[in-house]
Nanobody, 123 residues
Framework: QGRLVESGGGLVQPGGSLRLSCVAS????????IAWFRQAPGKEREGVSC?????YYADSVKGRFTISRDDREKSVYLQMTDLRPEDTATYYC???????????????????WGTGTQVTVSS
């Protein structure tokens, strides 16, 4: 059965950096787009970034976050820099056979989901 496991979250000061990892097992990852979503308390889950052949970013993180994938290692990474308090959220990775622009329509992502890793940006 397919599974995604996130790691790398933590507490960081504004302006700091974190690197999130998402490791896949139980399915052929290179057939899927892999995306990062996030959900802050009291807010809806939103798409942050996605990678299929090319990366895709939400406007709120463009220029600050970089997504990459290593299909041999069955891993996807999200390098986050210049972190802001508004980036505080639980970050989830997800896998689906869909174009990356669909991270704007979360209902499209019905495939595999991880359980999340907490990112807190605070001084």
């Amino acid at each position: 059965q397919g599974r995604l496991v996130e790691s790398g979250g933590g507490l960081v000061q504004p302006g700091g950096s974190l690197r999130l990892s998402c490791v896949a097992s139980g399915f052929t990852m290179n057939h899927y787009a892999i995306a990062w979503f996030r959900q802050a308390p009291g807010k809806e889950r939103e798409g942050v970034s996605c990678i299929s052949r090319d990366p895709y970013y939400a406007d709120s993180v463009k220029g600050r976050f970089t997504i990459s994938r290593d299909d041999r290692e069955k891993s996807v990474y999200l390098q986050m820099t210049d972190l802001r308090p508004e980036d505080t959220a639980t970050y989830y990775c997800a896998a689906e056979v869909t174009p990356c622009h669909t991270i704007k329509q979360i209902a499209t992502w019905r495939g595999y989901w991880g359980t999340g890793t907490q990112v807190t940006v605070s001084s």
